[in-house]
């Protein structure tokens, strides 16, 4: 890697600590997620009391939620229980992306935006239509859109494994701290759509955030609660994938 190179990640937001800890392949997997992710503000994970989250905290296949890179825009957050390593995910306009896997200790943790690529549904916080789906008998892990039972592969980096989606859940791209056990969020894999998603539920986010400026507010910490305690009806649905 040129110097040049090396010094975009760090103003990418990468640390110089975690650079100099991967291996060569570590490196090589490090730069090809680098040139997938679409940066946003740099925001550390939090606990409601505003403390940096452990993420050794998290409960197996318990979802949490937490606002990012928006006030609006949920995403959802979970330790599947088993390590998830990275794949590349292919998107219908040719433009594939390699998504990281799991972080944490185990590498089991992941998150996912909310906002469903068919017709953008969410974790609204008056209505789950988004929601993550635990693994049962052979089906791994998903996230599932009840509007139009769209369903997500949690493990593969969000591809499509069921209904209208056009292309895989983006991901949030987590940056993990490993001596401190803690993650900032800094971007996105793949095509999280907030500016179609911000058009689309205009009228319900003025509801909520009262204006379109508070609705699109930048995250600074992101603070991450149970899902049960973001949304007030969550549904569920057969998951068809
Ligand atoms: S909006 Fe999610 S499946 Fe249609």
């Not at 894999?189 to 930048?218: K, M, S, Y």
Request: proline share 8%; net charge positive.
């Amino acid at each position: 890697m040129d110097r040049r190179n090396f010094l975009d990640l760090l103003a990418k937001g990468a640390s110089l600590g975690l650079l100099l800890k991967l291996s060569p392949l570590g490196m090589l997997e490090f730069v090809r997620a680098q040139s997938s992710i679409t940066p946003f503000q740099k925001a550390l994970l939090v606990d409601k009391a505003g403390n940096p989250l452990k993420l050794s905290s998290l409960k197996p296949h318990e979802p949490y939620v937490f606002a990012y890179p928006f006030a609006a825009t949920p995403n959802i957050l979970v330790n599947v229980d088993t390590e998830l390593a990275p794949v590349d995910v292919k998107m219908p306009d040719g433009k594939n992306y390699r998504w990281t896997g799991g972080v944490g200790k185990s590498k089991s943790i992941v998150a996912y935006t909310s906002i469903c690529p068919h017709a953008y549904s969410y974790a609204s916080p008056n209505l789950g239509a988004m929601g993550y789906y635990k693994p049962e008998g052979n089906r791994g892990p998903r996230m599932v859109c009840c509007a139009h039972l769209s369903a997500f592969d949690v493990a593969k980096g969000g591809e499509v494994k069921g209904g209208p989606a056009p292309h895989a859940l983006a991901a949030v791209a987590l940056e993990y701290d490993a001596a401190r056990d803690e993650a900032y969020a800094v971007g996105f894999l793949g095509n999280p759509q907030f500016d179609a998603f911000f058009r689309a539920q205009n009228q319900a986010l003025r509801d909520l955030f009262r204006t379109t400026a508070r609705a699109r507010e930048e995250v600074a910490k992101a603070t991450v609660i149970p899902y049960t305690e973001h949304t007030k009806a969550p549904t569920t649905c057969p998951v068809l994938g």
